[in-house]
């Protein structure tokens, strides 16, 4: 079964800071995506940035990016230049072929404040 | 384009009462599925659909039943509400390839008294 991980409950950083989110997650497949979602205090589910396993690469989206560790089997999120409007819960996320119907499997998610 | 529409946003129940939350897409999405939300437990599978006429069973899908009909509802029953089904409740569609983005609904948040 695959498991994902999210050590840091709650973290803070103060607007205009970095801060980086950690996941790590269990699988013995090799094709697999990762993904951060963020939701907002609205409730909504929002992609912010997605990683194919076979691509060494690490993803990048505007002020998010991603370190992928393969061998090690993290995902952290780095969020450069925090914003007021970054306030959320991130969940990493996980998936492969061999899901139910490509479904997702969850992280217990990081409730991150951004302090102005 | 509405996306994933859920309804109601909001309920509450007593305890071995019945309620079916409402699912509705239009991006033609072939999968469909509900989580529901525990703090500290992230989202876990409920049940999901690969297509109409087809669905499955998840992590957790003890309390509820589903079915589709067609490729755009996919409601979630609950068949006699337990204190234990208080949660926040997400619908989510997406294409069946690997990696696709999941679209998720806003969210019913059920309260079982």
């Known amino acids: 079964a695959q498991t994902v991980t999210q050590s840091q409950p709650e973290m803070s950083v103060q607007e205009a800071e970095t801060v980086t989110l950690s996941c790590t997650y269990d699988?013995?497949?090799?094709?697999?995506?990762l993904f951060w979602y963020k939701q907002p205090p609205s409730r909504q589910m929002i992609l912010v940035i997605r990683?194919?396993?076979?691509?060494?690469q690490n993803a990048t989206e505007n002020r998010f990016s991603v370190n992928f560790q393969k061998a090690a089997k993290s995902f952290s999120l780095k969020i450069s230049d925090s914003q007021l409007g970054d306030t959320a819960m991130y969940f990493c996320?996980?998936?492969?072929?061999?899901?139910?119907?490509?479904?997702?499997?969850f992280g217990g998610g990081t409730r991150l404040m951004v302090k102005p | 384009n509405a996306g994933v529409t859920q309804t109601p946003k909001f309920q509450v129940l007593k305890t071995g009462q019945s309620m079916t939350l409402q699912c509705a897409q239009d991006m033609n999405h072939e999968y469909m599925s509900w989580y529901r939300q525990d703090p500290g437990m992230g989202l876990r599978l409920i049940h999901y659909?690969?297509?109409?006429?087809?669905?499955d069973q998840g992590e957790v899908p003890n309390g509820y039943n589903v079915s589709r009909s067609t490729t755009e509802d996919f409601p979630l029953r609950l068949l006699s509400a337990a204190p234990s089904q208080t949660s926040v409740y997400f619908c989510a569609s997406s294409y069946s390839y690997l990696g696709t983005e999941a679209f998720f609904g806003q969210g019913t948040r059920l309260t079982v008294v």
């Open positions: 996320a996980f998936t492969t072929r061999n899901n139910a119907g490509n479904m997702l499997t």
């Open positions: 659909s690969v297509g109409a006429g087809i669905t």
């Open positions: 699988t013995s497949e090799n094709n697999y995506y």
């Open positions: 990683q194919e396993a076979y691509k060494q």
